[in-house]
């Protein structure tokens, strides 16, 4: 029969071309395949106009979640006579993040791109459950205890401390019940327009408030103070940052701020000191090919400074493999043995007994940064010196839930990250 005999040569032959296709193949994997995927990726990640790097780069094609917890104070009359504070967590409050960046140019000798974030929340009722922002909650006054301290800091603490109905106006409690929304975003107003006798120190305060950024200045001259809003709009900062045009695996490094490779938050003692050094990933651009061996340095403009983290384990996120990347347990520290890092010690906000004071491990003064008394810690004093957590009731620091890490796809490059 005609027909088979050439059938089976077809079959030899195709078996034959079918080895060689699985040698070749075997030979793709182990060989081949990952230079191409590294290259594919090498060349799909930086950040050349008109890719779909650069787009999402101009703006996350999804917005980004924004989770707030609140700790609501349950006895604030009873702390008041005397007794220790007792807080309940409330939350999250999600609020949805739209963030985009305005190119303002590019620089190819350097191979860096400069821009301006523009970031717009939005409450997001349904990943919120049961909470909304108009929920009330109890805190201690924010702005009440800005004034007192910004007033201590030029001896008129008791003129202004006799003038606080006039300055605070409805806010004039040591506690306040407020919604969320005003607390966050909105604002709880302040510093009213109309006259009294005490013109003066009113004015400097509330002239000295005006110059803070959580401060939002109205059209009848009062003023409004908020913790976020300030980030709810076009910031003026210009960040620059490596391309990763000419070399991929320095891809996303910020190089300067507004033009310095320095702040010049932390400087009370020298300038250029290696706390206001300019350092760090771009927070949601990394270069490819991430190995447990990786540092990071990551710059958040929200504490004003870079935090390192490093490789902790590998962890499952939607079924796909990630590599967890996090800060460790002394990353939140003012003190250290070798003195570099001394200049997170600001003595600028007041410690628990009114004294200018280096805080304890797990607690940096913010007010270099945010410019208002503000202390920075992890979630419930998660690794914080025992004194800060014995003195409230009501928090409970766990690893698992309060640290803050980075899960970074270590082949492909995606991210999700929890703070
Ligand atoms: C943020 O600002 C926009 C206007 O630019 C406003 O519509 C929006 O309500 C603000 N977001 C919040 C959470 O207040
Ligand atoms: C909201 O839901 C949580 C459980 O999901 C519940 O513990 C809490 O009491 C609810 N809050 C309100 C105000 O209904
Ligand atoms: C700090 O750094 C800037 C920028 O590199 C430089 O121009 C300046 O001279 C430095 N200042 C000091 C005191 O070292
Ligand atoms: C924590 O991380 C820092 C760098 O951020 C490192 O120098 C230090 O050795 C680490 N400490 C521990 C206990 O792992
Ligand atoms: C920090 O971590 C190190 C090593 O993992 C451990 O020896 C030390 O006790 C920890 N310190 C705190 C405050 O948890």
């Known amino acids: ?17 079918s080895i060689v296709l699985t040698v070749l193949s075997v030979i793709l994997i182990i060989r081949v395949f990952p230079d191409l995927i590294k290259n594919e990726i090498f060349k799909n990640v930086r950040l050349i106009r008109g890719t779909e790097q650069y787009d999402r780069f101009l703006e996350i094609p999804f917005p980004v979640s924004f989770k707030v917890f609140v700790f609501n ?14 807080v309940k967590e409330i939350g999250p409050f ?12 590019t620089n190819e000798d350097d191979d860096t791109i400069s821009y301006i974030d523009q970031q717009i929340y939005e409450f997001d009722s349904e990943a919120s459950g049961n909470l909304s922002d108009t929920n009330y909650v109890t805190v201690a006054n924010p702005v009440m205890l800005g004034i007192l301290q910004l007033s201590e ?14 300055i605070l106006d409805n806010i004039n409690t040591l506690f306040i019940n407020v919604k969320v929304k005003d ?6 107003k302040f510093c009213p327009r109309h006259l009294s006798l005490c013109e003066l120190p009113k004015n400097i305060v509330c002239k000295m408030a005006a110059q803070k950024k959580n401060m939002d200045k109205l059209e009848d001259d009062s003023l409004q103070f908020s913790f976020f809003n300030y980030k709810n709009k076009s910031h003026e900062t210009l960040y620059t940052i490596t ?33 206001d050094l300019v350092k760090g990933s771009y927070i949601s651009l990394y270069p490819p090919q991430i190995s447990e061996e990786s540092t990071f340095k990551i710059y958040s403009t929200d504490v004003c400074r870079s935090v390192e983290i490093n490789f902790l384990k590998e962890k499952y996120y939607k079924g796909i493999k990630g590599y967890m990347f996090a800060p460790n ?3 939140l520290r003012s003190k250290f043995a070798n003195k570099v890092e001394d200049c997170f010690c600001a003595e600028q906000t007041l410690g628990t007994h009114g004294e200018n004071t280096c805080f304890l491990d797990g607690v940096l003064d913010m007010q270099p940064c945010s410019g208002a008394p503000a202390l920075l810690s992890f979630p419930h004093f998660l690794w914080a010196d025992k004194i800060y957590l014995d003195g409230v009731n009501g928090l409970s620091p766990n690893e698992a839930i309060h640290k803050t890490y980075l899960l970074v796809e270590p082949v492909i490059y995606t991210f999700f990250m929890s703070i």
């Open 1 to 17: 029969m005609f027909f088979p005999r050439i059938r089976s040569k077809t079959v030899l032959i195709s078996l034959t071309i």
């Open 73 to 86: 104070v349950e006895n604030p009359n009873e702390i008041i006579s005397g007794q220790k504070p007792v």
């Open 94 to 105: 999600v609020y949805k993040l739209h963030w985009t960046k305005l190119v303002h140019g």
């Open 153 to 166: 800091k030029f001896g008129q603490a008791h003129t202004v401390s006799n003038c606080l109905t006039d």
């Open 183 to 188: 607390l966050l975003f909105d604002g709880l």
């Open 243 to 275: 391309r990763g045009i000419k070399d991929v695996l320095t891809l996303g490094q910020t190089v300067t701020i507004d033009n310095s490779p320095y702040t010049q938050f932390w400087n009370k003692l020298h300038k250029n000191s290696t706390c």
């Open 329 to 331: 347990n002394s990353s």
